[in-house]
């Protein structure tokens, strides 16, 4: 029997399996759950990922769902946790990474903690203290757009220190270089400074394992998924965790497939017009969906059609100004509210129809459609790309997903995905 050693707490659903995918990466055998669990999990996991949607809750309730998770993770006995956030930092200026984080070292009794949101495979770096997506600062990228969380400030000694009680320091990346013991000593430092968090620097890989192992001692880590890079070594340093090749297998799931897509993101958005270029699409409209229209009947009879032949994709992605003019018509979270339930229960006429593969893209979108189709924890697998792994959602009848956070994604991910489980 396994021990668990990991507990994970995610603050969306594309969040946690790309977390999750990063530990089975390393060979820790994960179960990713939907909201804390209610019953007993498998006893040969390593980690748990508790993934909420708390994001864009309002602070309190953000607050109250994350320590609870916590206090379900610590009763299950872990040894270290993990509040992961997105590596663009999404949040808004009063939260909720800041205040969720202060509320977990308080739980915890634990004064400092490390954030480090970087994720180099995907183009997220820091240095400086400044987050970079590709070549251009956080508020020059597609971010600086998003419909709920833009991002207009790139230094997140200054974006975190505006949302907790706590100040806010940087281990730089002149330190990273030197390895974990100078990281370590940059900790004390910090902590002895009177900071309760560190921003950390990272442009690469290995700068993400010597941050790991530099934390290994660490109650509670905070940050991407990158940064959990190097905690599985961690565990097998300590002989806690044998080494395992078989950490991302998962069962065959047959069936037909589908494309589900309600994220606006810049990388989303290119994805689809890709997919488009080859493959049929069923575009929805929040504005049509607001006026009594029923998409939701004419996308699943447009899909009846075509489903056995080939797979398809439905949409409520958009590009900023159409967004935008939605959002002015309708409220922000009005909007996105009616393409996340129109797309949940198209999932769940797909799943009658006997599709039994999805790919999701977007974190709101993924969390309603995962609820909706009755799915309450997901085995994780392989990675199709970085940070965005295949799974399988624990239910009577097994299905396959793959949940894309916007923004993750080779321009093809789509074809890839379904390539890779077909």
Known sequence: MSQLLLGCIADDFTGGTDLASMLVRGGMRTLQVIGVPQGPIPSDVDAVVIALKTRTLPTEEAVRESVAALEWLRQAGCKQFFFKYCSTFDSTAEGNIGPVADAMMDALGIDFALACPAFPENKRTLY?????????????????HHPLTPMTDANLVRVLGQQTKREVGLVPYSVVAQGAAAIREAFDAARQAGKGYAIVDAIDNA???????????????TGGSGVAIGLPENFQRAGLLPASQAAAELPKVGGLSVVLSGSCSVATNDQIEHWQKTRPSFQLDPLLLADGRDQVSEALAWAKERIGKEPVLIYGSAR????????????????????????????????????????????????AVVKALGVEALLIGAPIDPGVPWTVGVRDVPVALALKSGNFGSL??????LGQIQ
Do not use: C, Y
């Open 320 to 367: 900023p100004e159409a967004v935008k003019a939605a959002q002015e018509r309708l409220g922000v979270e009005a909007a996105g509210q009616l393409v996340e339930e129109a797309l949940s229960i198209i999932a769940v006429g797909l799943d009658q129809m006997g599709v039994r593969q999805f790919v999701v893209a977007g974190g709101e979108t993924s969390g």
């Open 412 to 417: 093809d991910f789509f074809e890839k995905a």
């Open 128 to 144: 400086q203290g400044h987050l970079f997506v590709g070549d251009v600062l956080l508020s020059d990228s597609g971010m600086r």
């Open 207 to 221: 700068n993400l394992n010597v941050i790991g192992e530099a934390a290994a001692d660490h109650t509670l880590i």
